[in-house]
């Protein structure tokens, strides 16, 4: 099993920054994955950034050229940079990890809202 905790969140004014942190523990070694995942209000949770073990990060559509994610495989720790904020970021954000069989993991969720 893989434990994540977040951490990070808050409130901001639009144009602000804010970055997350998520610490993963337990069988860590099987994660072949670790990224974000967003769900607005009334809406679908949705990919964020995701950064595969050697692979290439993806990032959504909406957040590129305004959000870096980052792995710390030292410290078990995946970071998401988000600069530019804009009231369409606001949502929950959760912490996701897939291990080398697909099962895949969640944190609790943190709470980020951009007012404009």
């Known amino acids: 099993q893989v434990q994540l905790v977040e951490s990070g969140g808050g409130l901001v004014q639009a144009g602000g920054s804010l970055r997350l942190s998520c610490a993963a523990s337990?069988?860590?070694?099987?994660?072949?994955?670790m990224g974000w995942y967003r769900q607005a209000p009334a809406k679908q949770r949705e990919l964020v950034a995701l950064v595969p073990n050697g692979g290439s990060t993806n990032y959504a559509d909406s957040v590129k050229g305004r959000f870096t994610i980052s792995r710390d495989n030292a410290k078990n720790t995946v970071f998401l940079q988000m600069n530019s904020l804009n009231a369409e970021d606001t949502a929950i954000y959760y912490c996701?990890?897939?291990?080398?069989?697909?099962?895949?993991?969640w944190g609790q969720g943190t709470q980020v809202t951009v007012s404009s």
């Open positions: 337990g069988t860590i070694f099987r994660i072949a994955a």
């Open positions: 996701y990890a897939r291990d080398i069989w697909n099962k895949q993991y």
